[in-house]
């Protein structure tokens, strides 16, 4: 019998999330158990796992949002399984629950995971980076101010070109988050505490320059490593956080499969909500 014969398929419940967090922690990712929690009651988390009792191996998460978007994200193998394909069979699995829903599936893939999804059809949107720096609050640091969670999807979804006000809600409700709106409520950056790193994400602003007054007010404000997640075509928000001491984590794609409206960059959307969320 292979290996992967001895494999149970099962979808997590609330009760999966710490084997969930333990996956993500051991590949060093920034997702938290609040992240595990919010696809296991929003989306759906398929999982492989040894024998029937055994521990779980391998992940990959469906996050459906409205307008007809499916994110998949979450795709995670235990070193001692991978190379037996089962990243590609859970894979299949969150593009056939998408499908069952009407929704287009897109992710953000690596460059290692870029060339294995466009054999299955994935297509190339845009390029994004993470960005890694270090920030500690100055003698003045800005009050967050108090983000109302309908103006902030309103705003988002113009800018990400799907619905999910849930997700933000999410985020706006957890411990630790902040929250900063632009003069005249036409935009917001937020801040939430990751496992590794605070990460910034979403900032939707009207134009690139207030995109960067809105960050450099949120940095200001925080303390310790920062991860964000801007689109390639950002060049000023690029040269900034290069010269401010920021560095390139790693390089992603937003890729689709099939005509995506969120697979190309929206004017007003600078940083984004993690690859994990899009």
């Known amino acids: 019998m292979a290996p992967s014969e001895a494999l149970s398929s099962v979808v997590l419940g609330p009760d999966g999330v710490p084997e969930g967090l333990a996956l993500s922690d ?70 056939a629950h998408l499908g069952a829903l009407g929704a287009t599936p897109v992710l953000d893939a690596t460059p290692a995971g870029q060339q294995a999804y466009s054999r299955v059809g994935f297509e190339d949107g845009f390029t994004l980076a993470r960005w890694e720096g270090t920030v500690s609050a100055g003698a003045s640091v800005p009050s967050a101010m108090p983000a109302d969670a309908t103006t902030v999807s309103k705003l988002d979804a113009q800018a990400s070109g799907c619905g999910r006000g849930f997700l933000l809600a999410d985020f706006l409700q957890r411990a630790g988050s902040r929250a900063w709106m632009a003069a005249g409520n036409t935009g917001f950056a937020i801040a939430r505490e990751g496992r ?19 960050l450099q007010t949120a940095l200001a404000g925080l303390r310790g490593r920062v991860f964000l997640d801007v689109p390639e075509r950002w060049a000023s928000l690029r040269g900034w956080l290069e010269l401010n001491g920021f560095a390139r984590q790693r390089s992603f794609v937003r890729m689709a499969l099939g005509a995506a409206p969120i697979a190309s960059v929206n004017d007003r959307l600078f940083v984004l909500a993690g690859p994990e969320f899009g």
């Open 196 to 214: 590794r790193a605070t990460q910034i994400g979403p900032l939707v602003a009207e134009d690139e320059a207030s995109a960067l007054s809105l």
């Open 26 to 95: 051991a590949a060093g990712w920034n997702q938290t158990a609040d992240d595990w929690r919010l696809f296991v009651e929003q989306g759906r988390v398929f999982g492989l796992r040894d024998g029937d009792t055994g521990p779980l191996v391998a992940t990959a998460a469906a996050l459906p949002y409205a307008g007809g978007i499916g994110w998949i994200s979450m795709v995670l193998v235990h070193p001692a399984w991978r190379h037996q394909g089962l990243a590609t069979a859970l894979m299949a699995r969150c593009v």
